[in-house]
């Protein structure tokens, strides 16, 4: 019986060890009403508000206004953080970059076709930059994840989590391939109000399923690692 029972807790040393292993750390992340805010600012300024602005004017004022108005917004919301030396989100740099080219060239044309052309290329842009950036210790991705959700240097440091983002930037190339081909459908057989309505939809309804899969994703590699996710600040230490 004793040599059954050392061989019992000899195999029952490494599942121990494996279930220590399993939650060796804990991260605390902000609240989801805090990660909402944090993420809901950057696509605000770089993405809803420009595309409210333009189709109010296109509609009252011309084409020529609605991508002034567009333009201007997204340079005031970029003057605006570096004037108070606040973070500059790394989505609203990008955006504001390919906005300023968007409106020369719908300026310079103007034809409506060339101007929203543009960000349905712009997807395919986007998707080879990812693959483009998977070399790299810290792809495009993971730098853009850092807008709306950043996590500590504990966590983005990690070779686990580096290999991650490395893989899931090949699900948003995708991603940003099939936004692509739906909008081009989409921009050669509609008017430009269809447009804006069916393609905002549909390319919204693509990301948010990119975002699901890519949470389950990274809650799974997180598992893997033994790293725990925990909503809301940590406890305060108990004084002795």
């Known amino acids: 019986m004793t040599a059954v029972s050392t061989l019992r807790r000899r195999r029952a040393e490494p599942e121990e060890q494996d279930s220590r292993m399993q939650h060796r750390m804990t991260i605390h992340i902000p609240s989801i009403g805090s990660l909402v805010r944090h993420a809901g600012r950057p696509l605000l300024e770089s993405t809803l508000i420009p595309l409210a602005l333009f189709w109010v004017l296109f509609t009252q004022a011309g084409f020529d206004a609605g991508l002034c108005g567009a333009l201007g917004w997204s340079v005031l919301a970029l003057g605006s953080r570096v004037a108070r030396r606040r973070r500059v989100p790394a989505v609203l740099v990008l955006s504001t970059v390919l906005l300023t080219a968007r409106t020369v060239i719908g300026l310079w044309t103007g034809s409506a076709f060339l101007y929203f052309l543009q960000p349905t290329v712009q997807n395919f842009v986007f998707a080879l930059l990812l ?3 998977l070399g790299l210790k810290r792809p495009l991705l993971a730098k853009l994840a850092d807008d709306f959700c950043p996590f500590p240097d504990t966590v983005t440091g990690h070779p686990g989590i580096q290999r991650f983002f490395r893989r899931v930037s090949l699900l948003w190339a995708l991603v940003f391939a099939v936004n692509g081909a739906t909008t081009l459908a989409v921009l050669t057989t509609q008017t430009v109000g269809n447009y804006l309505i069916v393609s ?6 693509v990301v948010a399923l990119g975002i699901g899969l890519s ?3 990274f809650r799974r590699s ?3 690692l033994g790293i725990r996710l925990r909503m809301g600040t940590p406890p305060a230490p108990v004084a002795v």
Not at 200 to 205: D, F, K, Q
């Open 222 to 224: 997180l598992a893997g």
């Open 131 to 133: 693959l483009v950036t």
């Open 200 to 205: 905002t939809a549909g390319s919204y309804s």
């Open 215 to 217: 949470l389950w994703w």
